[in-house]
């Protein structure tokens, strides 16, 4: 709901129906209701600039908050309220990545940071490293950015990413 989800896509992602889904929005709103102020608030804000911030200032332009197609339009308004959360979170991985990637050269690390995967990073490690690995990625993670709420980190470990999990 947060990122602008509608009754049509909540209903058809969970097999609810139409009013189900649309109750549950109702409901959602009702009891976080700075959750839709914030997307009210960042929309005006968009098409009144023209664009939406990260909270570290990236900027993305949504010229299609002026367009006269209301699917187009529709489209640009969930952008705007994404951009700031997603986009943040992008932000804070790469932060972590860059942090992490200079440990490990820095601090005698044998295990290689291979991959990103949305808000995750896979690493190949030899076993003797995890635990102190596990550590310092999390602290990296979690110290990326100053926030007002906690960063949780959940880690696992295991022979390939789906193990991991």
């Known amino acids: ?13 969970t ?25 009210e ?9 023209g664009y939406v911030t990260t909270l570290l200032g990236r900027r993305r332009y949504l010229p299609d908050l002026q367009s006269k197609d209301q699917r187009v339009f529709a489209q640009a308004r969930n952008v705007a309220v994404n951009t700031p959360l997603q986009g943040t979170a992008a932000d804070l991985i790469k932060i972590a990545m860059i ?9 005698g690390y044998d295990a290689r940071m291979l991959l990103q995967i949305h808000d995750e990073l896979l690493f190949e490690a030899p076993e003797a490293e995890m635990e102190r690995l596990t550590a310092m990625v999390v602290a990296a993670m979690q110290e ?20 991991a999990h």
């Open 1 to 13: 709901m947060i990122y602008g989800m509608g009754p049509q896509r909540l209903a058809r992602e």
């Open 15 to 39: 097999s609810v129906t139409m009013q189900e889904a649309r109750q549950f929005i109702d409901d959602y709103f009702a009891t976080y209701p700075a959750v839709k102020a914030f997307q």
């Open 41 to 49: 608030r960042t929309i005006e804000d968009a098409t009144e600039t």
């Open 99 to 107: 942090r992490i990637d200079e440990l490990l050269r820095t601090e």
């Open 144 to 163: 990326a950015m100053p926030l007002d709420v906690p960063i949780v980190v959940d880690t696992g470990v295991g022979a390939n990413w789906s193990e």
